[in-house]
């Protein structure tokens, strides 16, 4: 049973940070690869930042130059820091992981986490 927990959300001023952690059950080296997708009211999930076993990562234009996606092997986690956030940064954030046998995907998601970014 895979099961990522995040933490680090809340309340903070445009133009602030917060950094968020998604620590897993197990070893992160299992995943094909990690990241973290956000869902603001009304709207659709989308992909904020992945990191991939390579530690290649890549990013939503909307969050480039902003936001920075880095795993720690030995803890077990991934993080997202987040700068310069703007009130359009506000949504619930969600900790995603892969798995895959080449003929298939398993994706595992975390519960959610609230990042409200005030104006």
């Known amino acids: 049973q895979v099961q990522l927990v995040e933490s680090g959300g809340g309340l903070v001023q445009a133009g602030g940070s917060l950094r968020l952690s998604c620590a897993t059950s197990?070893?992160?080296?299992?995943?094909?690869?990690m990241g973290w997708y956000r869902q603001a009211p009304g709207k659709q999930r989308e992909l904020v930042a992945i990191?991939?076993?390579?530690?290649?990562?890549n990013y939503a234009d909307s969050v480039k130059g902003r936001f920075t996606i880095d795993k720690d092997n030995a803890k077990n986690t991934v993080y997202l820091q987040m700068n310069s956030l703007k009130p359009e940064d506000t949504a619930v954030y969600y900790c995603?992981?892969?798995?895959?046998?080449?003929?298939?995907?398993?994706?595992?998601w975390g519960q959610g986490i609230q990042v409200t970014v005030s104006s």
């Open positions: 197990g070893s992160i080296a299992r995943f094909v690869g």
């Open positions: 990191i991939i076993r390579s530690s290649n990562t």
């Open positions: 995603n992981a892969w798995m895959s046998n080449g003929y298939r995907r398993d994706d595992y």
